[in-house]
């Protein structure tokens, strides 16, 4: 159970929330009293959170929301509104990794990896925008990756979906900065999740499949310096949600427009 209790009173659409690290944000916030509207295209993945989240069911609500439709985010957006009676926060967590040798890489795959990573973000946050300019201390934390930043091997689509939240995120953040309404980003690298590891619930949380000829050594730019628990390289979903319920959070209201990045060390 989290000590903090910043979440009392505040109502907080996150997405992606059935497996990996949407689903320890939305377990995050509603141990700090939050209630919580916990979106994701699985049900087996949501009915999951639900079980895990069974000690505060009473402010926990779960909706089927594919966030690459545009018919099923206007009326998940609005069923979330009508559920808290308005909303102060959202979190962009659901996204899809395909991983593949850049030339191999097919239109469909490049296209759906877009769909779902950024235009997905950015028709949450348009359809939230009514609720969150009526909300209390709003604020929207979306996702980003290490990838956006740092050269990650086969993953070409992945990284220019999370270059483009990372700019996008800037972008609203100046353009709704004068209303009071917060963006930033996190970017998380070397974190266990469903698409890391392959085991998510969500079709939003596939794992990457990288090519079976892959050159590993590539990726030794990408190790973390600082240790994880029980050796290996990924570190567990709440290092983030950790961060992602402070840049959410009433008391981070002097931070806008920014991204922290979450991977142990790993570009230093």
Known sequence: MATLQRYTDRRVLITGAGS?????????????????????VSETGLADTETKASESADRLTTLVMDVGSEDSVTDGVARTVDAMNGLDAVVNGAGILRSAHFADTTLADF????????????????????ALRRGNTPAVVNFSSTSADFAH?????????????KAMTHT???????????FNCVQPGSISS???DGTG???QSIGPGLPPDADYSLFGKITPTLPVEGGGMFAKP???????????????????????????GTHM
Do not use: W
């Open 194 to 196: 469903g698409m890391t």
């Open 153 to 165: 091997p086969y993953m070409s689509a992945y990284a220019a979906s999370k270059g483009g939240i």
């Open 20 to 40: 990996g690290i949407g689903q320890a944000t939305a377990l995050r916030i509603l141990d700090e009293g939050g209630t919580v509207v916990a979106a994701d």
């Open 172 to 182: 609203l953040a100046l353009e709704f900065s004068k209303e009071g309404i917060r």
């Open 111 to 130: 296209e759906q990896v877009l769909r779902i990573n950024l235009i997905g973000t950015f028709l949450v946050i348009r359809e939230a925008l009514p």
């Open 238 to 264: 709440d290092a983030v949600a950790a961060v992602v319920a402070m840049l959410a959070a009433p008391e981070a209201y002097f931070v806008t427009g920014t991204e922290v990045r979450i991977d142990g």
């Open 201 to 203: 619930q969500s079709k």
